[in-house]
């Protein structure tokens, strides 16, 4: 059974830092290309990383570069993402996400397996 994991959301004021992280079972994780996700309310579905399945490929939304660093453990089978000077419009429900493959990408279309997020809420 697929199973994604994440852990690590909660509130932290503004200028703060957060550490996700999502635990994945059930596939080959080296397999799989991993992505990082949010959703505000009211709002659609954004990328914020994403990572190929080795860690030489990386790919950060404009508005998180500078700030957000999604890294991989393979012999662990996690993925995290620390987040870096949280403002409040970063707040929103982050969910990691698999994909199949080498390649990466960024449209959740192209995503195969999800986790049911964690909230992060940042006040100002």
């Known amino acids: 059974q697929v199973q994604l994991t994440e852990s690590g959301g909660g509130l932290v004021q503004a200028g703060g830092s957060l550490k996700l992280s999502c635990a994945a079972s059930?596939?080959?994780?080296?397999?799989?290309?991993m992505g990082w996700f949010r959703q505000a309310p009211g709002k659609q579905r954004e990328c914020v990383a994403a990572i190929n399945w080795r860690s030489s490929s990386t790919h950060y939304a404009d508005f998180v570069k500078g700030r957000f660093t999604i890294s991989r453990d393979n012999a662990k089978s996690l993925v995290y993402l620390q987040m870096n000077d949280l403002q409040p419009e970063d707040t929103a429900v982050y969910s990691c996400?698999?994909?199949?493959?080498?390649?990466?990408?960024?449209?959740?279309?192209?995503?195969?397996?999800w986790g049911q997020g964690t909230q992060v809420t940042v006040s100002s």
């Open positions: 996400a698999a994909m199949e493959g080498i390649g990466l990408a960024y449209s959740a279309r192209e995503y195969d397996y």
């Open positions: 059930g596939f080959t994780f080296n397999n799989y290309a």
